[in-house]
């Protein structure tokens, strides 16, 4: 079960960008740190500054950009 949840695919349909490579023009960030984020992979190790550079490009917040899902806890109390 994924905790971290990146929305990049949808921001990146929202702006009109239609690929990785357009992203990396508009925000000057690196392929690899798009991908990773682009495809979910190691999420919680990225950079804030790729994240903020990330929300300048889409001009939103962080909230929208990246959505963290407490995980349930069960608990054997008894």
Do not use: Q, W
């Not at 994924?2 to 023009?25: G, S, W």
């Not at 979910?40 to 899902?69: G, W």
């Amino acid at each position: 079960m994924k905790v971290i949840k990146c929305n990049i695919r949808e921001l990146m349909a929202e702006h009109r960008i239609d690929d990785i490579t357009e992203l990396m023009v508009r925000s000057g960030l690196s392929r690899n740190s798009i991908n990773k984020l682009y495809k979910e992979i190691n999420i919680e190790t990225t950079k804030l500054e790729t994240l903020f550079k990330l929300c300048d490009t889409f001009n939103c917040k962080l909230s929208d950009l990246i959505e963290y899902k407490p995980m349930k806890i069960d608990s054997d109390e008894g």
